[in-house]
């Protein structure tokens, strides 16, 4: 136990040294944030310029706030989550270093642990800051820091598995991009009533609708229980994907 | 301890119908230096593929530090160092981050790194990003990696492969320093020169089945031809037999001083394998 700890101690400090050297990475990771100050910059003033009441304001203001964390959780989780572990593990694989860890009596599930905690650990720092560019409440930030971490739950598994799978990074290309339009559909459910209700059923659509109740003040409710139940569901059926196809797919080639 | 640290008993290993190994045998002990040499495609690497938990056998006995290999437990495989045909290092991260790592993964301190690029001289290139290393650095920090922990048992896979003389030699220096510090070394190779000045043992290996195992120098003395060549001054080369006829001439020669050179004509390992097999490398 002590020496597994201490190899995923080291490959976690060594995978954060790669993730800040790794330009492609640093990228993925300002990404969210990039976003996050476009949305202050392009939406922040459309309730100024609407002509609204101070009512409708506060009301559009909310719709706004709502809508901007649940796409930073979105944006953070599917597009760190999935690079992290996809590319991560598929570069891994096509420089040889995975092979060289193995031989080196590292265990698959070692590294998955340490990719996991790097994923957790990048959407983490991510998520804070969107909040802060968001201009979220502080009272909602333990419930937006919690979801993003549940959130995370499924996507970082599923892209874990699929990074196994990869041979390379060219087949991580192919892999990642359902991942991250899976888990960017809630953005899209503003547009439409039908589209919303498929995206409340996607894998972070609970996750998105949790934090609108979150900012409405009614987390605490049986409105809650739906979305909840649909997130349950996700890690349910990701952690079955995982358990059943993490052996098949841990063996370096 | 027993003496003998790895063996295979009558193993074999097939790829779909295509058999790669045939009924390996052979034993290392304990502070030897055992070289597994054969041309491309003929299995080294596979077997070493089998000695390190990459592959499994289809049938025999391998054993490991005394125990059978399904039995060697997680602590076993930590006195273990390898490099592989593929063994590669993070090449953001510098020569002695690389080697602070694997440290850190091995559960051994920092302390060590600063010889150990010293004896491999990278001492000059330690901050040197391995994305910025030539393929001789590249090998020799790759083989310090698998040094770090100072394992008992080293497995080597053509370490010499692709690289320049200077860098061959250090290799070479570094083997024998190990061999004397008493680590025992399973190494793959198809360059029999390395093998010779290397290797306590060789064993030979054609198609998937081992043809000869013994020490280097007594292959060749079993495959030596019964003949002298002697280098004179005036007669120019003359050649006899090794046997009692031949002393004569010899002594005559020796005694008037015309003898430049006397050699026996022994074949290398190359012409040894070529004998035992009918290939050439």
């Given at each position: ?45 459309v309730t100024a310029d609407a002509g609204l009441d101070a009512r409708q304001a506060a009301l559009a203001g909310q719709e706004i706030i709502k809508f901007t964390l649940g796409s930073a959780l979105c ?179 | ?281």
């Open positions: 136990m002590n020496a597994s700890l201490r190899k995923i101690g080291a490959l976690l400090q060594k995978d954060l040294v790669d993730l800040v050297k790794n330009p492609a990475m640093s990228v993925v990771c300002l990404m969210p944030i990039g976003f996050m100050l476009l949305y202050r910059i392009v939406i922040g003033d944006m953070t989780i599917g597009m760190v989550g999935s690079m992290i572990e996809i590319y991560g593990i598929a570069e891994e694989k096509e420089k040889h270093t995975l092979r060289t860890l193995m031989l080196a009596n590292v265990g698959a599930g070692e590294v998955a642990a340490s990719k996991t905690l790097l994923a957790l650990l990048a959407i983490s720092v991510d998520n804070l800051a969107c909040f802060f560019i968001a201009g979220g409440d502080v009272s909602w930030l333990g419930s937006y820091m919690a979801l993003g971490l549940v959130g995370s739950i499924p996507v970082v598994l599923v892209s874990l598995v699929l990074g196994l799978a990869c041979r390379d990074q060219m087949t991580a290309g192919f892999y990642s991009v359902p991942v991250l339009l899976v888990a960017l559909v809630p953005l899209f459910g503003m547009a439409d009533e039908n589209l919303a209700r498929i995206a409340s059923l996607t894998p972070l659509g609970g996750i998105y609708d949790l934090m609108g109740m979150a900012v409405d003040g009614t987390l605490i409710s049986s409105e809650a229980l739906s979305p909840l139940a649909v997130t349950a569901a996700w890690i349910a059926a990701s952690c079955i994907l995982f358990a059943a196809l993490f052996k098949r797919v841990a063996r370096d080639n | 301890m027993p003496s003998t640290i790895l063996s295979m008993e009558g193993v074999t290993l097939s790829f779909g119908t295509k058999r790669v190994l045939d009924g390996l045998t052979f034993s290392v002990s304990r502070g030897e230096c055992f070289g597994f040499l054969g041309p491309s495609g003929a299995g080294k690497t596979t077997t070493i593929k089998l000695l390190t938990r990459q592959l499994v056998r289809d049938a025999g006995r391998i054993m490991l530090f005394g125990r059978p290999i399904e039995n060697a437990s997680d602590a076993d495989y930590d006195r273990i160092g390898i490099l592989s045909d593929t063994s590669a290092l993070y090449d953001r991260m510098s020569i002695e981050e690389n080697l602070r790592f694997y440290a850190r993964l091995r559960g051994r301190g920092a302390g060590d790194i600063g010889r150990l690029l010293e004896r491999m001289n990278l001492a000059h290139d330690r901050k040197t990003l391995v994305k910025n290393c030539s393929k001789g650095m590249r090998q020799r920090a790759a083989l310090l990696a698998a040094l770090i922990h100072s394992p008992e048992l080293l497995f080597l896979d053509e370490p010499t492969s692709g690289l320049d003389p200077a860098a061959r030699t250090e290799v070479h220096r570094m083997l024998a320093e190990l061999r004397r510090a008493g680590t025992t070394i399973f190494l793959t190779t198809h360059d029999m020169t390395e093998a010779t000045g290397v290797c306590d043992r060789v064993a030979i290996l054609n198609d998937g089945a081992i043809v000869a195992c013994d020490r280097p120098k007594s292959l060749t003395l079993k495959f030596a031809r019964n003949r002298l060549v002697i280098e004179t001054r005036t007669r120019g080369v003359v050649e006899t037999t090794k046997d009692a006829a031949a002393a004569e001439l010899v002594g005559d020669l020796l005694t008037a001083g015309e003898c430049l050179s006397i050699h026996s004509d022994e074949p290398n390992l190359e012409e040894v394998f070529l004998e035992l097999t009918g290939r050439e490398f």
